[in-house]
Nanobody, 115 residues
Framework: QVQLVESGGASVQVGESLTLTCAAS????????MGWFRQAPGKNREMVAL???????NLRNSVRGRFSATRDDAKDTIYLQMTNLRNEDTALYLC?????????WGHGTLVTVSS
């Protein structure tokens, strides 16, 4: 099994920046894919960033140019650098790892953006 712990969420104003961190632990094999999803109140969970081992990154269209995602393979840790935050970025941000035939999720870190 793998444990995922997110951190970095906060309440910020429109236009401000935040960096989220997700650290994985407990895995006995290398993690191939890791990702960030988010879920706003009353809405479906949506993909924000997918990161492949070795550097591949796929970002959601609506965050391109504002968000970037990076990964430290040695630490099994991913980061989500968010700039120019908008009200619609308000959500619970969750870390995701597919491993052992299961979709593994963290508990999430809350980002609230207000005007």
């Amino acid at each position: 099994q793998v444990q995922l712990v997110e951190s970095g969420g906060a309440s910020v104003q429109v236009g401000e920046s935040l960096t989220l961190t997700c650290a994985a632990s407990g895995n006995t094999e290398p993690l191939r894919d890791m990702g960030w999803f988010r879920q706003a109140p009353g809405k479906n969970r949506e993909m924000v960033a997918l990161l492949s081992r070795g550097g591949g990154v796929n970002l959601r269209n609506s965050v391109r140019g504002r968000f970037s995602a990076t990964r430290d393979d040695a630490k099994d840790t991913i980061y989500l650098q968010m700039t120019n935050l908008r009200n619609e970025d308000t959500a619970l941000y969750l870390c995701w790892v597919p491993l052992g035939g299961r979709m593994n999720w963290g508990h999430g870190t809350l980002v609230t953006v207000s005007s």
